[in-house]
């Protein structure tokens, strides 16, 4: 299976300013404020939020991007600026106080990442790594099984964190990265970089691929790189 299998979207974050791009799908993020800076990313540029001037970038709610109970992956990029207040902040989410279908997150409050789900507001803490360093980057998978309605969170390639018993949901909050759908003070504040949104679980081996030792991948290594026949689980392609 090659690693593009089943995304939906990705964006690079790579513009100059103004809104961000899908490079896989049609889901193009607005920039609410029109004043998200850029900086150098983990695979050439990212976008760089500030809290104090509430940026954050969002996509109306639609089919493509709602997933309910079916396996999705959520990957990003996130290098923290500061830890302290917002208690929360959102990296990625479609979420609202009325609708937690799903939210990537720093919580400050055990100072971890940590992935959200399903009815009841269920979270899983990225204990594994532990509290993360202001100005360093950590790629983030999380991701939903269906079969066994388990999310998890993975760090730099680390330990696979879990919790079950999770309740999937659907419903019409919007996409957002930086912020979420419903009010409060929850803004990202920090770089953000390559999110990319799947309908299936990512394997093992390809979160390993995606890390790459660090280094990240960019959009065109996820599309060109195809499985090796000789050896199952890794993949060939370029950078």
């Given at each position: ?10 964006w ?23 004043a ?31 997933c ?78 269906a ?17 079950g ?75």
């Open positions: 299976m090659a690693i593009a299998t089943s995304l939906i979207s990705y690079s974050l790579d513009e100059a300013s103004g809104n961000a791009l899908d490079a896989h799908g049609s889901n193009v993020l607005t920039d609410f404020t029109g998200i800076g850029t900086a150098a990313g983990k695979v050439s540029g990212a976008r760089d939020f500030e809290a104090s001037s509430s940026q954050f970038f969002y996509c109306f709610s639609n089919a493509s991007l709602i309910g109970d079916i396996d999705y992956t959520i990957t990003c990029w996130v290098n923290l600026e500061s830890k302290g207040s917002p208690t929360t902040r959102l990296l990625v989410c479609k979420y609202s106080a009325a609708n937690f279908e799903y939210a990537v997150i720093y919580d400050s409050g055990t100072d971890r990442f940590a992935f959200y789900a399903g009815s009841g507001s269920t979270k899983v803490d990225a204990n594994t790594l532990g509290s993360p360093s202001i100005a360093t980057w950590y790629f983030i998978v999380s991701r939903y099984v079969s066994t309605n388990t999310i998890s969170i993975q760090v730099n390639d680390g330990a696979v964190d879990s919790q018993s999770i309740t999937a949901v659907t419903g019409a909050s919007n996409f957002m990265i930086g912020y979420r759908d419903d009010g409060g003070t929850s803004y990202m504040d920090g770089l953000i970089d390559e999110v990319g949104f799947w309908k299936r679980e990512l394997t093992s081996g390809e979160s390993t691929e995606l890390y790459n030792a660090g280094s990240g991948r960019s959009y065109a290594y996820i599309t060109a790189v195809t499985p090796d026949p000789l050896s199952p689980g890794v993949c060939v392609g370029f950078a």
